[in-house]
């Protein structure tokens, strides 16, 4: 079952690929802790999930994950400094309020962070701004009014902002359709994977 | 939907005992030189003696905790609701022991049994005991059983801090806990309910400082006090406020000191029902009981480093509207399981009830519950 999400989540091999082995993780917004699932059984990881959704707390459970049933947008504060390798947060960057801080915790609890986001900047959002309308696109799967995600952002804003707070991009995936994108990735890529740690 | 039930209670069910000949020295230093504990067991134990969940009661419950007497089919167990074939507590898949603890009043020896030294019940004589006398006496239960290590340990408030005590006095023996409605300590404020309940007891004339058998009294009207105040803490405020309001016995006031509202009536209700059966020597030693639990005082008041010994797996649960026992106060011991990477999942119920939500019948909870043993039932070497 975690298989056939696996494939639904381009991302999480892009993930699961950067992760060492019996390594550390936090994932927050863990969802139904697929993700975690997925680096257990690859990985050998240890680890928690962070998830606020009762019905997606109780999946976790399910899929054999710890996770802390508890509110991001009030920081991590259950964490301590520097007790994670890597802490992820996998397709909510762009739907927690404080996106700033959430990423200041990530590189306090742990030594690395891991962000999925949909990148705005992907040609099929463009054109649909440009028609007047905004986008509904397969990372973007929502209509204005309904939507969770309250910071979009392009992947030449995320690294813009990782540039101006001194936070090193370790490694940086781009994907469509699960695909890679190398040529004009914040034009032609639906969906960013960065690694990113502390210090330039 | 109804017969359903039926189907799920693990049906009639009856009380042994287990003799303790070895005496147990406890935490306040003395000593008890020979000691019953009355249990109860539903479901199987299976070949390698490996499926065994022990349930840890609260401060009013007893061993009695799923199923019915067949002479007394109305007193049905305490978390029947939990415990059961296919239930959360599946007892087609566990073997489930109640125990009713040391100094209680159910049937293990208590104040009110007889001292051998004396040949009169034990009275004020009765020690003062603490959680971790409990577990390790429950301890020797799981000894005589044959049981080396439980698949989990639970209970709910007072239960669950036994579960958390079993993780650090015996870590080898607790596969998993379920901590549920649980706190690291007493607040001053918890202390404090205590207090007003142990002295309206005490201060009872029929108490006699404890040896009240010997003149064929009890404390009823302490007891019935001590209860209100309890079931007053119990309950959060929505809660009261949905079940009595302001809502008047008479439809309109009496001016006088009869019930005349029903929140009045129900506490009445409850207080003069569990003076009926419960012992005070007992109720003033279990309200001590969770006074002192404090596993961090050992540890210069560092819970993570009281918790560091644990093997065990962590569930805990806690339900938002707990006042007694808060959602914070379980985040503390979620927080100091963290720093000591031990397994934990932790899972804030939305639940109007209260303290009392542990006991209920609450979908997301019981679901939680029933997937948490699932995947203990899975690392089960069958």
């Known amino acids: 079952m975690s298989g056939g999400?696996?494939?639904?989540?381009?991302?999480?091999?892009?993930?699961?690929?950067?992760?060492?082995?019996?390594?550390?993780?936090?994932?927050?917004?863990?969802g139904d802790g697929s993700l975690l699932r997925y680096l257990q059984e690859?990985?050998?990881?240890?680890?928690?999930?962070?998830?606020?959704?009762?019905?997606?707390?109780?999946?976790?459970?399910k899929n054999g994950v710890n996770v802390i049933q508890g509110n991001l947008e009030r920081g991590l504060s259950d964490f301590e400094d520097h007790s994670f390798d890597y802490v992820i947060l996998s397709q909510t960057l762009q739907a927690v309020r404080n996106s700033e801080r959430i990423v200041g915790e990530m590189l306090r609890v742990g030594r690395e962070g891991i962000v999925t986001f949909p990148n705005f900047g992907y040609w099929k959002n463009r054109l649909q701004i440009a028609a007047g309308h905004m986008p509904v696109s397969e990372n973007l799967p929502y209509q204005w009014f309904n939507t969770p995600n309250v910071h979009l952002c392009t992947i030449a804003d995320f690294e813009d902002f990782c540039a101006s707070r001194g936070i090193r991009v370790v490694e940086r995936k781009v994907l469509t359709r699960g695909r890679p994108v190398t040529l004009w990735p914040n034009f032609f890529g639906a969906l960013a994977v960065f690694h990113f740690g502390n210090g330039a | 939907m109804d017969g359903s039930i039926d189907n799920r209670s693990v049906g009639v069910v009856a009380p042994q005992v287990a003799r303790f000949a070895e005496p147990v020295r406890l935490r306040c230093g003395a000593v008890i030189d020979e000691y019953e504990l009355v249990f109860e067991t539903y479901g199987t134990l299976n070949a390698d003696r490996s499926n065994a969940i022990l349930v840890c009661h609260a401060l009013n419950a007893s061993h009695h905790a799923a199923g019915q007497y067949a002479d007394d089919p109305h007193n049905v167990g305490w978390w029947d609701n939990i415990i059961g074939p296919g239930k959360p507590v599946d007892t087609n898949r566990y073997f489930v022991i109640g125990v009713n603890n040391l100094g209680g009043c159910h049937g293990s020896t208590g104040p009110k049994s007889v001292n051998p030294r004396t040949g009169r019940p034990w009275g004020a004589q009765f020690p003062v005991v603490t959680v971790e006398d409990w577990v390790a006496t429950q301890a020797r239960l799981a000894d005589h059983l044959g049981i080396r290590r439980f698949a989990a340990v639970m209970g709910g408030s007072l239960g669950a801090m036994q579960a958390l005590a079993w993780t650090v006095m015996f870590p080898e023996r607790v596969r998993h806990a379920l901590v549920i409605a649980c706190a690291p300590n007493l607040s001053a404020q918890n202390i404090a309910f205590n207090e007003v309940a142990r002295q309206a007891i005490i201060t009872d004339p029929d108490f006699h400082g404890g040896d009240y058998y010997e003149h064929g009294v009890t404390p009823k009207r302490g007891l019935r006090v001590a209860r209100m105040v309890g079931h007053i803490t119990y309950l959060s405020d929505d809660e009261m406020a949905n079940k009595f309001g302001r809502q008047l016995k008479q439809g309109r006031p009496t001016y006088s000191f009869d019930t005349d509202f029903e929140i009045e009536s129900y506490l009445r209700h409850q207080g003069n029902k569990f003076a009926e059966y419960f012992d005070a020597n007992t109720y003033l030693r279990i309200t001590k009981v969770l006074d002192y639990f404090d596993p961090a005082l050992d540890h210069g008041g560092n819970l993570a480093r009281a918790l560091a010994p644990a093997q065990a797996r962590f569930l805990v649960v806690s339900f938002t509207t707990d006042w007694r026992f808060s959602p914070d106060r379980s985040r503390e011991i979620v927080t100091a399981l963290l720093h000591n990477r031990h397994h934990v999942t932790y899972a804030e119920i939305d639940a109007p009830h209260g303290h009392d939500a542990f006991l209920l019948d609450d979908a997301r909870y019981h679901r939680l519950v029933a997937a948490y043993l699932e995947r203990v039932a899975g690392g089960i070497v069958a």
């Open chain 1, 5 to 30: 999400r696996t494939m639904d989540r381009p991302d999480y091999a892009a993930i699961a690929g950067w992760v060492r082995m019996d390594t550390r993780v936090l994932d927050l917004g863990c």
């Open chain 1, 42 to 61: 690859s990985r050998h990881v240890t680890g928690y999930g962070v998830e606020i959704d009762d019905d997606r707390v109780l999946a976790c459970v």
